[in-house]
């Protein structure tokens, strides 16, 4: 059955390390996101893509990198660079639609915890 | 820079009655809105949603509420049920790929 899922669902990993969230869909929609959630706060945008070797940066982009090399995996790469890694992360996607709007559908998350 | 608000954190109501959560926004610019549901440890998924050009969708319990003039929309929960707790999350957006979560209200429904 179609779905999004991303793995693992926990992760840790030290101060100083790169780490890579995994994204897959096989729904077959174009566009696919990061969002970061934090106590207290909304999803925040990380990056987000509407086609294959394409991607734009969201609100938070700093310290994170993306690639978008399949249409159906969007990895999410957590850089030492960012200051406070340790948060839940969400990926979703949705059919593209330049003249209509689509609701996203989530994955289960990954909490990445830095030690 | 807040643009979608959600200030009651948490809502508690009875098995039954009417659930309403509010959401405020800045940007006079989001044309599209939805509501999400979030059960703990897992994503988001869609619940309902409404365009800038109504006021008002409904689908089934759930009913949405748009107050353009003052950036204002709500979700009514009627009635509401044990299996309505979690976190709701009202998003809003102004072109395909830029949506903007609220802070979420966690919805208690007690039997």
């Known amino acids: 059955d179609g779905g999004i899922t991303q793995s693992p669902k926990y992760l840790f990993r030290k101060e100083g390390q790169n780490v890579t969230l995994s994204c897959e869909q096989n729904?077959?929609?174009?566009?696919m996101y990061w969002y970061r959630q934090d106590p207290g706060q909304g999803l925040r945008l990380i990056y987000y893509?509407?086609?294959?070797?394409?991607?734009q940066k969201g609100d938070i982009a700093e310290g994170y990198s993306v690639s978008r090399e399949k249409k159906e995996s969007f990895p999410l790469t957590v850089t030492s660079a960012q200051k406070n890694p340790t948060a839940f992360y969400l990926c979703a996607s949705s059919i593209k639609g330049p003249f209509s709007y689509n609701e996203q559908f989530f994955g289960p998350g990954t909490r990445l915890t830095v030690l | 820079d807040q643009q979608v608000k959600q200030n009651s954190p948490s809502l508690s109501v009875q098995e039954g009655r009417i659930s309403i959560l509010n959401c405020d926004y800045t940007n006079s610019m989001f044309d599209y809105f939805l509501w999400y549901k979030k059960y703990p440890a897992e994503g988001p998924t869609f619940l309902i949603s409404i365009s800038s050009i109504k006021d008002k969708n409904e689908d089934g319990r759930f009913t949405v509420f748009l107050n353009k003039s003052a950036k204002h929309l709500s979700l009514h929960i009627v009635p509401s049920q044990p299996g309505d707790s979690a976190v709701y999350f009202c998003a809003a957006s102004a072109r395909v790929g830029d949506m903007r979560f609220g802070a979420g209200t966690r919805l208690t429904v007690k039997p």
């Open positions: 729904l077959n929609h174009d566009a």
């Open positions: 893509s509407q086609i294959v070797n394409d991607f």
